[in-house]
C-alpha cells in the first residue's frame, strides 16, 4: 500500500531555470511599452511640449507591468514549479523580466528619440524650462539645471536609465504580486 508522501512530487526551485521564461516575459513587457508609446503618441494623447497626458504613459505602463508579473509568476508557479513559488523566487522572475525588457526598451528608445521622434527631447527640455522659469528660478540655476537634464537624456545615460527602471519597477510591483501569487510547499 502506497503512502500519501510517495506521492507528493518536489520540485527543486534552485534546479528550474528562470532565464527563458523572464526572456519572453520581458519581450512581452517591452513589446507592450512600445505600443503604448506609439499608440498614445499617434493619436496625440501626450503633447510633450505642453507636458499634457505625460502621465498616461505611466499608468498604463504600470497596469501592463502588474498584468505581466501575475501571467509570468502563475506560468512559472504552476506549470513549471508544481504549484508552488516562494516570494524570492517572484521577485527574481521580475527582476529578470525588467532588465530584459530595459534592454529592448532601451534600444527602442534610442531608435525612438534619435531617428523617428527628434523632436520629443527638445520639446520636453523647452517645457521643463517654462517650469523652472515660473518656479522663480534666476537664469543661472535654469542653466545648471538644464546642463543636469541634458546629461541624463544623452544616448548612453537613457539606454542605462531604461533597464535600471525597468528592474526598479518590476522589482517593486514584484513586492505586491509576489505577495499575492506565492505559495509555500508544504514541509515533507
Sequence with gaps: MNSLDENVDFIDQVDVPVRPLAMRY?????????AITLLLDTIG????????GLYYPSILAALATIAILYFAIKQH???????YITFGR?????????????????????AYHNFIRPDIIPAMMEFQTAQW????MTEEQIEQARGMTEMFTTPIAQFISS??????????LS??????????QPMV
Excluded: H, P, Q
Design 175 to 184: 513586492l505586491i504580486v509576489g505577495a499575492i501569487m506565492k505559495k509555500t
Design 26 to 34: 520581458g519581450g512581452i513587457a517591452a513589446l507592450a511599452f512600445i
Design 163 to 172: 533597464i535600471l527602471n525597468g528592474v526598479f519597477w518590476n522589482v517593486l
Design 45 to 52: 494623447l501626450v503633447n510633450y511640449s505642453t507636458g499634457e
Design 133 to 136: 522659469e515660473e518656479a522663480g
Design 77 to 83: 508557479r504552476d506549470e513549471e514549479l508544481g504549484g
Design 90 to 110: 517572484c521577485v527574481k522572475l521580475a527582476a529578470l523580466i525588467g532588465l530584459f525588457s530595459g534592454v529592448l526598451i532601451g534600444i527602442f528608445a534610442f
